[in-house]
């Protein structure tokens, strides 16, 4: 299962952002490095329009991706989320930091470098 939500403006006339999330199967490959959760999720799709950058949008994408998680597993339940990006998008890769995502992984193919992020979430 997955979900993919959108950000618009408070008339419901201009698209702000929008992003995927999709439940990963305990055998996927990508949950490593030692983040065991009982839950694991990876983002898709991130965009926020260039104009709404820098006003909280991602943030606020991201934070829904959390309120969704917590409303399906429960409060009780850790859970992983994990998402890649090109190194090239640097706006991206500092707002996952800046999320508590920690760079787990950075691959090259060709000239293209993409570094991949997890953040573990321990509810009570």
Known sequence: GGAFLV???ANHETLL???GLRR????????????????????????????SR??????????????LVVDEIGESESYN?????PAILVAANHLYLSCGFE?????????LT???????KKCH
């Open 7 to 9: 950000a618009v403006d």
């Open 17 to 19: 952002g929008c992003v």
């Open 24 to 51: 990963c199967q305990s055998r996927d490959t990508r949950i490593r490095e030692g983040r065991a959760a009982h839950q694991a999720f990876e983002i898709h799709r991130l965009a926020v329009a260039t104009e």
């Open 54 to 67: 820098g006003r909280g949008v991602g943030k606020s994408l991201l934070a829904s991706l959390d309120t």
């Open 81 to 85: 989320m994990m998402a890649t990006t």
């Open 103 to 111: 760079l787990v992984k950075e691959e090259t193919f060709g000239k």
């Open 114 to 120: 993409i570094d991949t992020y997890s953040r573990l």
